[in-house]
Each structure stands twice: as C-alpha cells, then as structure tokens.
C-alpha cells in the first residue's frame, strides 16, 4: 500500500480528461495536478522548450511526494516521456502508447486518423506505435492547432467552436473508422467532432485508455491506496487563472475543486534553498 497521491500534468486543462476517468475508475486515489495554462498550448513550440517546461511541471510534482507522474498531455509525452521515464524512480506513464492500442482493437477498416497538436502530429508518434503493433493499419494524421484554445477559453460550446471544428475535420470525413483524440484536450470538443465524423466513426480518448494502465501499474508496484486510510482532497494547480482553471474543471469533472495559482520558477526555486 502506498497513500501518496498521484501527480498529474498537462500543458493547460487538458488532463482533466485523463483526471475524471480516474476518479470514476479509482475513486480512492489522491490527485495532485499541475495545469501550465499560462504557456499553453504547447503544441505550436519547439521540442526543446516543451522538454524544458514539462521537466519543470515533474519537478514541482516531485516536491509534492507523488507515487507515480502521469504526462497528461500528448505532446509532452512525445516529446519527453522516455527521457523522464528513464530519469525517475517512480513509474511514468503517458498517454500515446495507450490510445495506440485501443484504436488497434477497435478498427475494422484499418484505417485510423490521428488529431492532435502540431508537435504530436511532426513527431510521427502515432502512425510509429500504431503501425509497430499492426503495420497493416492505414495512420492519417492532422494537426488541429485552433482546438486546444477553444478548450482554454471555455468556449467548447460555442458557434466558433463548431465551425472550427467542422472546417478542420472535413478533409477526414469517410476516410476513417477509428478517431484517436490525440491531444487530452479534445474529448471536451467531443460531442462536436463525433457530429462531424458521424455516429459510425469511434473516437478514442487516449487518455481515458491511459487510466487502465494506471490500474495495472499500481497492482504491479503494489502501490495502491490503502481504502482504508482518510482521504485527502485532491490539490489542482495553474499557472494562469484560477477562476478559468477552476469553472472548467468542476464542470467537466462535476464537483468542487481546490485550485491553486502556482508560479513554477519561484515553486521551485523554494525546493531548491531548502
């Protein structure tokens, strides 16, 4: 047994999406997560500046006594899960490898699209661990730079926010059976982007398909939460707003939430004197 939380990150409020599965699947878990809103997104910026904030993201995690680090983001997971796995003591998990998997089992057609941020979709992340389990599959990939803002801004429901979507998917309609939702921000446009695919076309959300690993990494380390013990309440973090931050996170999740406004530098920086 092990009672420490689970530390999450994310470029903004993306991973929230990964967080609710996990309260509905481990509801006994503690959560401490870090949403880098104020650089967000960071999907348009170069692989060394997303290196350098994600490793700043797991560090201000690792001053909260986690158990596990969950890169709650796709684009920092292609760009820096291996390297940060290899680097920690505690497990690392991201969240391509399990939607990669998910969308093998689901197709029928062989055919699978990928939307996800720039970065995720140069990287080629998708179509390597996709086709290195079934080289037979067919990957299309397109990189959605307008969706991760429109999530940020609270404006999912929003006209813009369908005619964005609309007039970024048209080119995948009828090309796909399978849609992983390669950037954890896109399962909150959702219900828009299955209207445009259409009903017949399944959409993966990666990182719902990530919190079954999760699972199965706290039986093998043998670092589940004692049910018994008194639970914590979950700690949220932002580097921007918190009143944004904390309206789209208790929607999305359905419950009141602790958020705090953290500056990483100063954060840790206080670590480092210590």
Known sequence: MDNRPIGFLDSGVGGLTVVRELMRQLPHEDIIYIGDSARAPYGPRPADQIREYTWQLVNFL???NVKMIVIACNTATAVAWEEIKAALDIPVL??????????IKTTQSKKVGVIATPMTVTSDIYQQKVQLLDPQIEVTSMACPKFVPLV?????????????????LA?????????????TH????????QNVMGPEVKLIDSGAETVRDISVLLNY????????????????????????????AESWLGQNIR????????ALNDTSDL
């Open 186 to 193: 896109y399962p909150l446009l959702r219900p828009i982007i």
């Open 62 to 64: 690792l001053t909260k």
């Open 259 to 266: 958020v705090e406004h953290v500056n990483l530098e100063e």
């Open 171 to 183: 080119p995948l309609v009828g090309q796909v059976d399978t849609l992983i939702l390669g950037c």
């Open 152 to 168: 940020e801004s609270n404006e999912t429901g929003s006209s813009i926010a369908k005619k964005i979507v609309y007039e970024t």
């Open 94 to 103: 991201g969240v391509i490898l399990p939607g990669s998997s998910a969308a």
């Open 221 to 248: 380390f043998e670092i589940n939460r004692n049910r018994e013990a008194k639970h914590q309440q979950h700690c949220f973090y932002t580097t921007a707003g918190v009143a944004s931050f904390q309206e789209i």
